[in-house]
Nanobody
Framework: QVQLVESGGGLVQAGASLRVSCAAS????????MGWFRQAPGKEREFVAA???????TYYADSVKDRFTISRDNKNTGYLQMNTLKPEDTAVYYC?????????????????????WGQGTQVTVSS
């Protein structure tokens, strides 16, 4: 079992930057692929970014490409750096993890592929 806790959300103005973090505990996180998703009110949860457990493969939704950067450290924390934020980025941001021990470069983009989820952190971007 892996427990995930997001932090770092908040209220910012359009054009600002924000970094959200995902702290993992419970098991060795180093062989887990990780993803970030978001859900705005009245909308379905959507994919934002993913990273392999090797850290060498990343993938982004078109809506955040060139503005957001996903990363992870060598311990138990993942990050989503968000630059040039827009009001349409307003949502609850969730991190998710999946054991990918046998495939160090695998990434996953669908919510159903991830068995472990955090509770979410609110990001609000004002215009």
């Amino acid at each position: 079992q892996v427990q995930l806790v997001e932090s770092g959300g908040g209220l910012v103005q359009a054009g600002a930057s924000l970094r959200v973090s995902c702290a993992a505990s419970g098991r060795t996180f180093s062989t887990y692929a990780m993803g970030w998703f978001r859900q705005a009110p009245g909308k379905e949860r959507e994919f934002v970014a993913a990273i392999s457990w090797s850290g060498s493969i990343t993938y982004y939704a078109d809506s955040v490409k060139d503005r957001f950067t996903i990363s992870r450290d060598n311990k138990n924390t993942g990050y989503l750096q968000m630059n040039t934020l827009k009001p349409e980025d307003t949502a609850v941001y969730y991190c998710a993890a999946k054991d990918a021990y046998f495939n160090r470069d695998a990434i996953y983009t669908r919510p159903a592929q991830y068995p472990y989820w955090g509770q979410g952190t609110q990001v609000t971007v004002s215009s």
